[in-house]
Nanobody, 119 residues
Framework: QVQLVESGGGLVQAGGSLRLSCAAS????????MGWFRQAPGKERELVAR????????VYAEFAKGRFTISRDKATNTVYLEMNILNPEDTAVYYC????????????WGQGTQVTVSS
């Protein structure tokens, strides 16, 4: 059983930055990819960024390109999301999840970390 724990959220002013972390634990942690998602109040959950575990190939949502950077540390089983030039529209609960293979859905969702951007 894999457990994911997000941290690093908080309150930041527009234009500011935050770095989120997602720490994975469990003997069987060996994902194909890891993803960061977010869900704002009244909206559906959406993919923010994704990183392939083996080769760090990354994919970003259009709104994240140029502002957010996803990375991973294999040694510590941690995935990061560096977020810059934040704006109030980025306010949401951010979650990480694993994808065990390209054909499978994301699972083992963490509890999420709240990001609030004030104007």
């Amino acid at each position: 059983q894999v457990q994911l724990v997000e941290s690093g959220g908080g309150l930041v002013q527009a234009g500011g930055s935050l770095r989120l972390s997602c720490a994975a634990s469990g003997r069987t942690f060996s994902p194909y990819a890891m993803g960061w998602f977010r869900q704002a109040p009244g909206k559906e959950r959406e993919l923010v960024a994704r990183i392939t575990w083996s080769n760090s190939f990354t994919v970003y949502a259009e709104f994240a390109k140029g502002r957010f950077t996803i990375s991973r540390d294999k040694a510590t089983n941690t995935v990061y999301l560096e977020m810059n030039i934040l704006n109030p529209e980025d306010t949401a609960v951010y979650y990480c999840a694993q994808q065990l293979s390209l054909s499978r859905r994301y699972d083992s969702w963490g509890q999420g970390t709240q990001v609030t951007v004030s104007s």
